[in-house]
Nanobody
Framework: QVQLVESGGGLVQPGGSLRLSCVVSGFTLDNYALGWFRQAPGREREKVSFISAKDDSTYYADSVKGRFTISRDIAKNTVYLRMSSLKPDDTAVYYC????????????????WGKGTLVTVSS
């Protein structure tokens, strides 16, 4: 059974940092591209970042470039999202997802989703 379980969300002040984790079970990271979406109240879901299984190439939304870093630990079957210089606009539920690289680039459907972890940036 495929499972993606996120953790690491919470309340942080503007300018602060958080690291989200996504532990994957039921498949190995080298078979999929893994990444993160987010959705804030009243907003559409936004693709934030993903990392390719084949060559570790990465994608970042313009809104997070230079502030967020995605990485993966194959031995731990875990993907991370390091978030720095957080802004109130980063407040959202962050979802981990797995899919093919084509699906990530072309905004096709993902194969698997986590249940999300809430990040709140507020003073």
């Amino acid at each position: 059974q495929v499972q993606l379980v996120e953790s690491g969300g919470g309340l942080v002040q503007p300018g602060g940092s958080l690291r989200l984790s996504c532990v994957v079970s039921g498949f190995t990271l080298d078979n999929y591209a893994l990444g993160w979406f987010r959705q804030a109240p009243g907003r559409e879901r936004e693709k934030v970042s993903f990392i390719s299984a084949k060559d570790d190439s990465t994608y970042y939304a313009d809104s997070v470039k230079g502030r967020f870093t995605i990485s993966r630990d194959i031995a731990k079957n875990t993907v991370y999202l390091r978030m720095s210089s957080l802004k109130p606009d980063d407040t959202a539920v962050y979802y981990c997802a797995a899919g093919t690289v084509v699906a990530w680039y072309m905004d096709y459907g993902m194969d698997s989703w986590g249940k999300g972890t809430l990040v709140t940036v507020s003073s």
